[in-house]
């Protein structure tokens, strides 16, 4: 039974309480949300990203072609280029499936091209059944210089793939191809955009996740084209496109960052919503737990943080605010909230790190909310302390993850009602219920209620990850799902849309009786997750909260009952399940069960070291 208080007055509800949280992982930016076709424009994919890359990674060629990194190349950001002789072709592949085309629509081409004597280059556009659009020829003379070209599509395809001939030696780089008709015409794939828009998210968390705070926090090094797999730093990501130097992406690809910086606060506001970034704290988290003592490196990353500030707020005469112009937004971006780290498993090095960016952060702009973490998850010694130092430090607001099962969000509805009205405000930055099923989205949508009526203290929440191409699936559930040509939402995206849509002003206070419970099968991923390239595990068990258990292996036996999802290969090997290759870096075990139960899903694993 519910009861009402309807004269009675609960807590305020602000109106950013909903929001997204975009991170580059399952292809959500290149292959996804920046609408770019071409795959590997730049040249650029190295060993560094995917041990499976090369330089021509997703092209093919005819004749005498070959990427090339020496003194003639483009820019010292971008090394990599290709040089053909006369007579010879490339072809680029797109993603997955290959290049996505819609019958009438307009493609932009443009390409980076040098040649001592003009060389004619002519683009098609084709699949397997034929020409997608007519030829374009455009005329390659002397220094690097950028040519362009407009396609037409004359037939629809998910298959396409793009061809550059050279009738004489040639070097080429930045090879692209991208719809015109885009995102507000901001340069994103408008249907992924469009379902974001519609959930009318407050705010958006970018641009990740463990992405932000893994790999090196040195920066790019000009002389060397040395990449050393580096962190998130937000001054790689602005300015020309053909001047930004790729990255390693902690999810297993290249990243281009074509959707950088610039992009992120201009979609933002194109969807009205508040630019809620995440920098490195000199701290890694996601497996990798190290932190860097380099104190000149430390200052300046937050030396990058006041100018990241300048970026999106300071006017156009100040040094950043003028790049922010220049790129094509003299008018400031508003940000206004700020997260330092993202799940820190060192909570003691992350504090001593936090408070200097903090310290900095509110002398020169003392308006900025500044957001600190409370560890990889809600359990155990890590997140005790996070807190305690969070609470003894002051922070104005703390950002928690956690993944779980349904039936957990159903029995953690109060989890903020004993939380300390006088400490930090919560910034719920990543949850999910393990699954995209009605009864996950269910889950979750009770849940939310408890986070409205600690709305008091809960300020802010957001949904993870948002996207995910099912061609390249590294992290499940994810909120929206597409391919190249198409997209759709699950259940869970429902439930955001209706709680975003209808955010109300005050929470009417009810109570109610009797258990929550969720019958259902229990199937799907139940959460044993990798962060290294490799890993093994030995006596896994699945129990139920009753003890029960459902299934367990010391796997001396049988595979079979064991499935996994996104990617990689995995076996057993002396009484251990092993993943035999890398392809994967985050693979989740599943015991797919098909009788009915009532259970809280506890995993236990062993994980073997050294593999
Ligand atoms: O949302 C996917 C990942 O989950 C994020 O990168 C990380 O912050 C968390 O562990």
Same mark, same amino acid.
């Given at each position: 039974?519910?009861?009402?208080?309807?004269?009675?007055?609960?807590?305020?509800?602000?109106?950013?309480?909903?929001?997204?949280?975009?991170?580059?992982?399952?292809?959500? =930016?290149?292959?996804?949300?920046?609408?770019?076709? +071409?795959?590997?424009?730049?040249?650029?994919?190295?060993?560094?990203?995917?041990?499976?890359?090369?330089?021509?990674?997703?092209?093919?060629?005819?004749?005498?072609?070959?990427?090339?990194?020496?003194?003639?190349?483009?820019?010292?950001?971008?090394?990599?280029?290709?040089?053909?002789?006369?007579?010879?072709?490339?072809?680029?592949?797109?993603?997955?499936?290959?290049?996505?085309?819609?019958?009438?629509?307009?493609?932009?081409?443009?390409?980076?091209?040098?040649?001592?004597?003009?060389?004619?280059?002519?683009?098609?556009?084709?699949?397997?059944?034929?020409?997608?659009?007519?030829?374009?020829?455009?005329?390659?003379?002397?220094?690097?210089? *950028?040519?362009?070209?407009?396609?037409?599509?004359?037939?629809?395809?998910?298959?396409?793939?793009?061809?550059?001939?050279?009738?004489?030696?040639?070097?080429?780089?930045?090879?692209?191809?991208?719809?015109?008709?885009?995102?507000?015409?901001?340069?994103?794939?408008?249907?992924? =955009?469009? *379902?974001?828009?519609?959930?009318?998210?407050?705010?958006?968390?970018?641009?990740?996740?463990?992405?932000?705070?893994?790999?090196?926090?040195?920066?790019?090094?000009?002389?060397?084209?040395?990449?050393?797999?580096?962190?998130?730093?937000?001054?790689?990501?602005?300015?020309?496109?053909?001047?930004?130097?790729?990255?390693?992406?902690?999810?297993?690809?290249?990243?281009?960052?074509?959707?950088?910086?610039?992009?992120?606060?201009?979609?933002?506001?194109?969807?009205?919503?508040?630019?809620?970034?995440?920098?490195? =704290?000199?701290?890694?988290?996601?497996?990798?737990?190290?932190?860097?003592?380099?104190?000149?490196?430390? *200052?300046?990353?937050?030396?990058?943080?006041?100018?990241?500030?300048?970026?999106?707020?300071?006017?156009?005469?100040?040094?950043?605010?003028? *790049?922010?112009?220049?790129?094509?937004?003299?008018?400031?971006?508003?940000?206004?909230?700020?997260?330092?780290?993202?799940?820190?498993?060192?909570?003691?090095?992350?504090?001593?790190?936090?408070?200097?960016?903090?310290?900095?952060?509110?002398?020169?702009?003392?308006?900025?909310? +500044?957001?600190?973490?409370?560890?990889?998850?809600?359990?155990?010694?890590?997140?005790?302390?996070?807190?305690?130092?969070?609470?003894?430090?002051?922070?104005?607001?703390?950002?928690?993850?956690?993944?779980?099962?349904?039936?957990?969000?159903? @029995?953690?509805?109060?989890?903020?009602?004993?939380?300390?009205?006088?400490?930090?405000?919560?910034?719920?930055?990543?949850?999910?219920?393990?699954?995209?099923?009605?009864?996950?989205?269910?889950?979750?949508?009770?849940?939310?209620?408890?986070?409205?009526?600690?709305?008091?203290?809960?300020?802010?929440?957001?949904?993870?990850?948002?996207?995910?191409?099912?061609?390249?699936? @590294?992290?499940?559930?994810?909120?929206?799902?597409?391919?190249?040509?198409?997209?759709?939402?699950?259940?869970?995206?429902?439930?955001?849309?209706?709680?975003?849509?209808?955010?109300?002003?005050?929470?009417?206070?009810?109570?109610?009786?009797?258990?929550?419970?969720?019958?259902?099968?229990?199937?799907?991923?139940?959460?044993?997750?990798?962060?290294?390239?490799?890993?093994?595990?030995?006596?896994?068990?699945?129990?139920?909260?009753?003890?029960?258990?459902?299934?367990?292996?010391?796997?001396?036996?049988?595979?079979?009952?064991?499935?996994?999802?996104?990617?990689?290969?995995?076996?057993? @090997?002396?009484?251990?399940?092993?993943?035999?290759?890398?392809?994967?870096?985050?693979?989740?075990?599943?015991?797919?069960?098909?009788?009915?139960?009532?259970?809280?899903?506890?995993?236990?694993?062993?994980?073997?070291?050294?593999?």
């Amino acid at each position: 039974a519910i009861t009402v208080d309807p004269k009675a007055s609960g807590a305020k509800i602000d109106d950013t309480m909903y929001g997204v949280f975009f991170e580059d992982i399952n292809r959500a =930016a290149d292959g996804g949300l920046y609408s770019e076709l +071409v795959q590997n424009r730049s040249f650029e994919y190295s060993t560094d990203d995917n041990r499976s890359y090369t330089p021509l990674t997703s092209w093919a060629t005819s004749g005498t072609a070959k990427a090339v990194n020496d003194d003639g190349r483009l820019n010292a950001r971008n090394r990599t280029y290709l040089s053909l002789d006369g007579g010879s072709s490339v072809t680029n592949s797109g993603y997955n499936t290959g290049i996505s085309v819609e019958e009438g629509k307009v493609y932009n081409f443009s390409v980076w091209a040098r040649a001592e004597q003009a060389s004619a280059l002519t683009v098609t556009l084709a699949d397997s059944e034929g020409a997608l659009a007519g030829a374009r020829r455009v005329t390659a003379r002397g220094g690097w210089t *950028k040519y362009t070209a407009k396609f037409t599509a004359t037939r629809t395809s998910a298959n396409g793939r793009l061809t550059v001939a050279a009738e004489g030696p040639v070097a080429l780089d930045m090879i692209s191809l991208l719809p015109r008709d885009t995102y507000k015409g901001h340069g994103l794939r408008k249907d992924l =955009a469009q *379902k974001i828009a519609a959930l009318d998210p407050s705010f958006v968390r970018f641009p990740g996740g463990c992405l932000v705070n893994t790999g090196s926090m040195e920066g790019y090094d000009e002389a060397s084209g040395w990449q050393r797999k580096r962190s998130y730093q937000w001054k790689d990501t602005i300015g020309p496109v053909e001047q930004r130097a790729t990255n390693a992406n902690f999810w297993g690809y290249n990243q281009s960052y074509g959707l950088g910086y610039y992009e992120y606060f201009q979609f933002s506001e194109d969807i009205g919503a508040m630019p809620l970034p995440v920098v490195p =704290a000199l701290v890694t988290g996601c497996g990798q737990n190290k932190a860097t003592d380099d104190d000149a490196l430390l *200052k300046r990353h937050i030396q990058d943080t006041l100018d990241l500030i300048e970026f999106a707020n300071g006017p156009v005469t100040s040094e950043w605010g003028k *790049k922010r112009a220049q790129m094509g937004h003299p008018k400031p971006f508003h940000l206004t909230h700020l997260g330092v780290g993202n799940e820190e498993n060192l909570p003691n090095e992350f504090f001593a790190r936090f408070k200097q960016f903090r310290a900095a952060i509110e002398a020169k702009y003392p308006d900025i909310t +500044v957001i600190s973490n409370s560890g990889p998850d809600d359990t155990g010694s890590t997140f005790d302390t996070a807190w305690k130092l969070n609470r003894e430090a002051n922070v104005d607001m703390v950002d928690e993850h956690y993944y779980n099962s349904p039936q957990w969000f159903l @029995q953690n509805n109060d989890r903020y009602d004993s939380y300390d009205r006088n400490g930090p405000k919560v910034f719920l930055g990543e949850y999910a219920s393990q699954g995209n099923a009605f009864k996950n989205a269910l889950s979750e949508a009770a849940f939310m209620t408890g986070l409205e009526r600690n709305a008091d203290i809960v300020k802010l929440a957001s949904y993870a990850p948002l996207l995910a191409n099912e061609d390249y699936v @590294q992290w499940r559930p994810d909120m929206i799902w597409f391919n190249n040509h198409a997209s759709w939402n699950s259940a869970n995206y429902e439930v955001q849309k209706l709680f975003m849509r209808n955010v109300g002003d005050r929470v009417v206070p009810s109570t109610a009786t009797g258990t929550p419970s969720l019958n259902g099968p229990i199937s799907g991923a139940v959460g044993l997750s990798t962060w290294a390239t490799s890993a093994a595990y030995d006596d896994v068990s699945v129990t139920g909260a009753d003890g029960a258990t459902l299934l367990s292996d010391d796997f001396s036996g049988d595979a079979s009952k064991w499935t996994h999802t996104g990617g990689g290969s995995w076996s057993i @090997q002396d009484g251990q399940y092993v993943q035999t290759d890398a392809a994967a870096e985050n693979t989740m075990v599943s015991a797919g069960d098909p009788a009915w139960h009532d259970y809280d899903l506890h995993v236990k694993a062993t994980k073997k070291s050294g593999k």
